[in-house]
């Protein structure tokens, strides 16, 4: 009988922790590491794999290449992104494509508060300015407060889930688009379902939390732009194309909303020349929402808990294709 083998395609700059091979060897896992950036290469190391696993950015694990893939019946994506993944091709396939969303999202949703607070507290612009020796706050006054206020979020999966509990002594009324979401499942965290209209119209703070797919490409363009109220905060910690970049910076400039907390962006790093930059009303930080002192132990942790699922022939505890026909058996 063939071992159950996993091929680790791309560590992201990673090193592989020693204690995470002792339980897959325990449970007859052969586990094989090569950072693949080629199609021969994953041919090699990864053709006869019956998971394929990658740890963030890859450089082979395209559409074109799947086919090197003979045995493969999962790939793990550690995160919870999967927007890197050719997700249509691999359902196909009857690839089932997993994820680790919580090893993110406890540091993300401590980021998305992070940058509400930056923002109504207007705490980067006065940091600046008191070390430039500008001791006024005319120069930034802290125009808004949170409490009694409407929190609106695009998107409804585990951040916001858990950002609505964190922030709910701020006593916020909480309104929520997501399409594959229940009013029901909403109301137990609550939160009330809204179309994705309402959530730009009747908040004061979005936060869009959303994976990108084909369809939440530029999910937020300028008509939804034009819908904010001018004192409007706007956080994205999901993935920059979700928001339009150029109408998201014409928003900005011409004060359809007040302005924005960014972790992500259409480019990155960040084109040195991007309008964004020289704006004292955006927060940016980059791509740090998902990080932590222990989000690289959870990475790990999830990940091989996810392998020793799929190796006994368990659902995972989180996947992305919910529409796939695996090509194995799964209880």
């Not at 916001?160 to 916020?172: A, C, N, Q, T, W």
């Not at 109408?247 to 972790?263: F, K, N, P, S």
């Not at 132990?297 to 699922?309: G, I, K, P, Q």
Request: charged share 20%; aromatic share 6%.
């Amino acid at each position: 009988m063939n071992r159950f083998k996993v091929a680790l395609v791309a560590l992201n700059n990673q090193t592989l922790p020693t204690w995470v091979s002792e339980p897959l060897a325990q449970a007859g896992v052969e586990l094989v590491v090569h950072d693949c950036t080629t199609r021969a290469e994953l041919a090699q190391y990864a053709g006869d794999a019956d998971v394929v696993w990658v740890m963030g950015s890859h450089e082979c694990l395209y559409a074109e290449n799947l086919d090197v893939l003979t045995r493969c019946g999962a790939i793990l994506r550690s995160g919870s992104g999967t927007d890197n993944i050719p997700m249509a091709e691999a359902t196909a396939l009857g690839l089932l494509v997993a994820n680790t969303p919580g090893a993110t999202s406890d540091s993300v949703s401590d980021h998305v508060i992070g940058l509400l607070f930056a923002l109504t507290r207007q705490v980067a612009l006065h940091d600046k300015l008191v070390r430039q020796g500008i001791w006024s706050p005319k120069h930034g006054w802290p125009d808004w407060h949170i409490r009694h206020k409407t929190l609106g979020l695009v998107g409804f999966g585990h951040i916001p889930r858990m950002l609505v509990k964190k922030l709910s002594g701020f006593e916020m009324t909480v309104r929520a688009y997501d399409p594959f979401v229940s009013a029901d499942a909403m109301a137990q965290y609550g939160a009330q379902a809204a179309s994705l209209d309402m959530v730009m119209a009747e908040a004061d703070f979005i936060s869009v939390n959303c994976p990108l797919t084909k369809d939440t490409r530029h999910l937020i363009g300028e008509k939804e732009l034009r819908r904010m109220k001018p004192k409007t905060l706007l956080i994205n910690t999901s993935r920059g194309p979700v928001i339009d970049e150029p109408a998201l910076i014409h928003a900005l400039t011409e004060g359809w909303l007040a302005g924005a907390g960014l972790d992500v962006f259409e480019q990155e790093p960040i084109d040195p020349n991007n309008p964004l930059l020289k704006m004292n009303n955006v927060v940016l930080t980059p791509h740090i929402g998902g990080y932590s002192d222990e989000s690289t132990d959870l990475f790990w942790r999830l990940s091989l808990e996810t392998v020793l699922d799929l190796s006994q022939g368990r659902w995972p505890r989180s996947y992305v294709n919910h529409d796939v026909k695996p090509r194995w058996t799964l209880t």
